[in-house]
């Protein structure tokens, strides 16, 4: 298996090589036959990567080509394929390939859809790179290169202004995520002398705390994934994220790149484990994200900016798991929601592609008619992110809950209070969405039908697995045997080591299961009694909200506030720099060289008379002061 | 020949390069207040004298004939440049009708 | 001695000539006096060879051409322009200044031997010519080919061309 590794990032790469060159000459059918079949081929790759490294435990780790060496500094161009880069493998390509399936049938009418499968493959490409770099440097090649991706992506649609400022905005906020991460790669090089991970995690490993900032380097890598992760304060750029065409949004900005920034720390969690502080503030950005992006969720009307919240808000969860130490839980949260949130979003592109374009809640409604298929799975996928056992999302939430009771019980009640708004909002949603009668125009009601089946049959895989994905991570306290978390173990062994075990008593994790399963059913019924039966729909935009829904509503006014503290000031000291510095200083200080010299010329070139005669003189003169010199000069040697 | 020159034994050096210094500070003079343009020119040949004259001067006080065939050249350049100079003014004449060295004042700006 | 006195007196008198005459013609005519006068200084320093060639090529060639490039213009009326005594006050004194500094250098040299001749020979046709066509063989012949461009050069400046003629 060792020896065809490489080709699992290639395939993808030629295919956006294949389709960026053939994107005006090749067919449609042809361009996502081979887009599908190179990710496809990658994922069968991964599966034998997969099942060797489960059969051998050990990680694969291969040298394709010295990238570069300086002195003593060598960054091998290699990859290291362990359980935890061999699960994203699986999720990237296998979700990957779900998404290309259906965009096959979501894009079909696009104008441009030889170049979007061509980006969808430089996107898995890059992913791919990110998760199975040895080192940090092509974790960053491959940070840098989906987030071009998520730029191309979500300004595919460029002729649209908001979109192109969408992606200007995301592109944007991931570069300040960026320069953190790079700062922290710089500490980890300038600390430990390499950046390959398995020289620094064992160097940390063997440190005192005090022996390095660790604080300081997990910070800065905990801003990276920040930005890319889009947690508190660099979220805002997700939401927007969704000018980008669905599949893009379930794939990019919910399933892979997103958790991008979990891969990171928990690839890094040796050093973030000598980092308590640094947890505590993961714990603590994550929580409030998880709420704070909940809370906007509850109010919002269109369907996938509803998503886009859910996403930050899961994500906020996932930090949170990370923060108290629960890696392992963390990460199954990633795998579950790869599931479900992608399922999400391709059943909200399949209502979008259902209404024509539309993506606003208020004119949707009675759909469960009509989209069987889409209703079903869309439902199968709102139950698993409510935590609503048996599927997935319980497992996976219930974990992260639990280690965050063994941190602090604030944390668990605020996280049960979010896991009830999410409930709340995801159900609500589902109501707006497929039940009461259709909102819509006539016109659009003609037009409802079921999606293809290259839409419908990628929907029925992911409500598969989002139903027993949960199956592989079933806790102790309920009988299982918790399969991820025996397999992940190696890659975390060292924080285990240093934190310790921690296990709750079997009672105490039934109460606390039972109080979060309980909460989102009464949220879920809430939700029932106002949407269904008294039929609630959100007001139009114009009209007055209470107080708190509209401060909700507007998502509170984050973007303002942004606006407000940062791009105004800039925007005036941008100013101050161009109308006082540029204009008046440096400007005039040009111009009033140039003038200068143009003053003096003016006046200097009244010596040239054009008259020889004065021309002589004034070599007369010129000759006399010569000789005078030089008669002092002969006089001063005497 | 040989009388005329055993008079000059006692001439100081000092009173060559006096006489020579005088006349080329004439001809700068002419240059200088004069507009008609040959005669400008005279004034020049004036200054070009006073150095041959040096030359040779210093040529006999050091009894080196490099001087003197030094002056001689100069004379080479001399009639070479004459022959150009008055071929030039000729030309002037003819395209302004005057050789007034103040009518020439193009050459500015 | 005093011949070099006399000469030299006559050197200066005629060359102020030159610079104040109103006519040009009589400019020129005084100033192929000044040259007869240097043509004397070089035979008192025995430098024959100099006296016979200036003789010739100065007052014969250059100040014949200066006459007839005279006759050429026709410029024999008195029309010059005067220039204003300021502009001429100037220059005698740029002049004079320029004469007070050499003179001044001349002074801090503090040398003053006399002009004797080692070689009675020395300014001869016979020595002059050994040295010239020997260490100076090169420049004599660049001379010739500089002479010949002058010519060229003139030929070409003084005919009217066909062209503009017409």
Redesign the interface.
């Known amino acids: 298996m060792d020896k065809y590794i490489w080709l699992i990032p290639l395939l993808p790469l030629a295919g956006f090589i294949i389709n960026g060159i053939g994107r005006n000459s090749l067919s449609k059918n042809t361009i996502g036959f081979i887009a599908s079949l190179l990710v496809f081929a990658s994922f069968a790759l991964s599966v034998g990567a997969f099942l060797q490294i489960k059969s051998t435990g050990l990680p694969i780790n291969v040298t394709v080509f010295d990238w570069f060496a300086v002195d003593n500094f060598k960054v091998p161009f290699s990859f290291l394929v362990d359980q935890l880069s061999s699960i994203m493998l699986l999720i990237i390509t296998g979700v990957g390939f779900l998404i290309h399936l259906y965009s096959i049938g979501y894009m079909h009418d696009d104008n441009g859809f030889g170049k979007f499968f061509a980006y969808l493959n430089l996107f898995v490409f890059f992913m791919l790179l990110l998760v199975m770099g040895s080192n940090y440097l092509i974790m960053f090649i491959g940070w840098e290169g989906v987030g071009l991706c998520s730029y191309l992506l979500i300004g595919f649609w460029y002729t649209n202004p908001s979109y192109a400022d969408a992606a200007k905005k995301a592109f944007v906020m991931n570069r300040i995520g960026d320069l953190g991460f790079l700062i922290g790669i710089f500490l980890i090089f300038t600390y430990f002398g390499s950046i390959t991970y398995a020289d620094v995690f064992s160097k940390a490993a063997g440190m005192h705390s005090k022996d390095a900032p660790f604080v300081l380097i997990t910070l800065m890598l905990f801003v990276g994934a920040v930005g890319k992760s889009a947690q508190l304060p660099l979220f805002t750029w997700l939401p927007d994220a969704m000018a980008g065409p669905t599949p893009v949004s379930a794939l990019i900005h919910a399933a892979t790149m997103v958790t991008a920034g979990i891969y990171m720390i928990a690839r890094s969690n040796i050093l973030f484990t000598m980092a308590p502080d640094t947890m505590e503030v993961i714990a603590i950005v994550g929580l409030v994200t998880a709420t704070f992006a909940a809370l906007i969720a509850l109010t919002q009307t269109d369907i996938k900016k509803v998503l886009a919240y859910s996403t930050v808000s899961q994500l906020g969860y996932m930090f949170l798991g990370l923060g108290v130490g629960a890696y392992t839980g963390a990460f199954f949260h990633v795998l579950t929601h790869a599931f479900f949130k992608a399922l999400l979003f391709l059943g909200a592109g399949s209502v979008i592609h259902a209404v024509s374009g539309e993506q606003d809640m208020r004119n949707m409604g009675g759909l469960k008619g009509k989209l069987p298929i889409t209703f079903i799975t869309m439902l199968v996928g709102t139950i698993a992110i409510s935590g609503i056992p048996p599927f997935a999302g319980f497992f996976s939430k219930d974990e992260i809950l639990a280690h965050a009771f063994m941190h602090s019980t604030t944390f668990y009640v605020v996280g049960v209070i979010t896991a009830m708004f999410t409930s709340f909002y995801m159900f609500r949603m589902l109501y707006l969405t497929f039940y009461g009668k259709f909102r819509g125009t006539t016109e659009q009601e003609h037009h409802l039908h079921e999606s293809p089946s290259n839409m419908t049959i990628p929907l029925i895989i992911l409500a598969i697995l989002s139903a027993v994905g949960g199956f592989i991570g079933v806790p102790e306290s309920l009988g299982g045997h918790h399969e991820l978390e025996h397999f992940l173990a190696p890659v975390f062994e060292r924080s285990t080591k240093i934190m310790g075990e921690q296990t709750l008593p079997k009672n105490t994790e039934w109460v606390l299961m039972a109080v979060s399963v309980l909460g989102a059913i009464a949220a879920l019924g809430y939700a029932y009694s106002k949407y269904v039966k008294k039929a609630d729909i959100p007001v139009a935009e114009t009209e007055e909200r209470p107080a708190l829904v509209s401060l909700s509503y507007h998502k509170f006014y984050i973007d303002e506030l942004y606006d407000t503290l940062i791009r105004k000031p800039l925007d005036a000291l941008s100013v101050f720099l161009y109308k006082v510095v540029d204009l008046l200083g440096i400007d005039d200080f040009i111009n009033g060289l140039g003038k200068g010299t143009i003053e003096a010329s003016k006046g200097l070139r009244l010596l040239q008379t054009g008259n020889v005669g004065s021309y002589i003189f004034m070599m007369i003169i010129g000759i006399i002061a010569i000789l005078v010199y030089s008669f002092i000069s002969i006089h001063n040697i005497k | 020949m040989q009388s005329l020159t055993n008079t000059m034994q006692a001439v100081p050096l000092n009173n060559y390069i006096l006489l020579s210094a005088i006349i080329f500070s004439i001809g700068v003079i002419g240059v200088l207040i004069r507009r008609n343009a040959i005669v400008i020119f005279m004034s020049v040949e004036l200054m070009l004298n006073a150095v041959n004259l040096l030359l040779a001067a210093f040529s006999v006080y050091r009894g080196d004939a490099t001087g003197q065939v030094f002056v001689f050249f100069i004379m080479a350049l001399a009639a070479a440049e004459v022959a150009i100079g008055l071929a030039i003014i000729v030309m002037i004449y003819r395209n302004t009708n005057s050789i007034d060295i103040n009518v020439l004042n193009r050459l500015k700006w | 001695?005093n011949?070099?006195?006399f000469i030299?007196f006559l050197?200066?008198f005629f060359?102020?000539l030159?610079?104040s005459a109103k006519s040009?013609v009589h400019?020129?005519l005084y100033?192929i006096l000044?040259?007869f006068t240097?043509t004397i200084?070089?035979?008192?320093?025995?430098?024959?060879?100099?006296a016979i060639?200036?003789f010739i090529?100065?007052m014969g060639?250059?100040l014949v051409?200066?006459l007839y490039?005279?006759m050429?213009?026709n410029?024999n009326k008195e029309a010059?322009?005067?220039?204003s005594n300021l502009?001429?006050l100037?220059?005698?004194i740029?002049?004079?200044?320029?004469?007070i500094?050499?003179?001044?250098?001349?002074k801090?040299l503090n040398?003053?031997?006399?002009?004797?001749?080692?070689?009675?020979g020395?300014?001869l046709v016979k020595?002059?010519g050994k040295?010239?066509f020997n260490?100076?063989l090169l420049?004599f012949e660049v001379?010739s080919i500089?002479?010949l461009?002058?010519?060229v050069?003139?030929?070409l400046?003084?005919t009217?061309e066909p062209k503009s003629a017409a």
């Open positions: 001695m011949t070099f006195y030299a050197s200066i060359s102020i030159v610079i040009p400019s020129i100033l000044t040259f240097f200084h070089y035979i008192l320093l025995n430098a024959q060879f100099l060639v200036n090529v100065y060639a250059i051409l200066f490039t005279l050429l213009i410029l010059e322009p005067v220039k502009v001429k100037a220059a005698v740029g002049g004079g200044c320029f004469l500094t050499i003179v001044a250098s001349l801090l040398v003053s031997p006399g002009v004797s001749l080692q070689n009675p020395l300014g020595n002059l040295v010239l260490e100076f420049p001379s500089l002479l461009s002058a010519m050069g003139a030929v400046l003084a009217k």
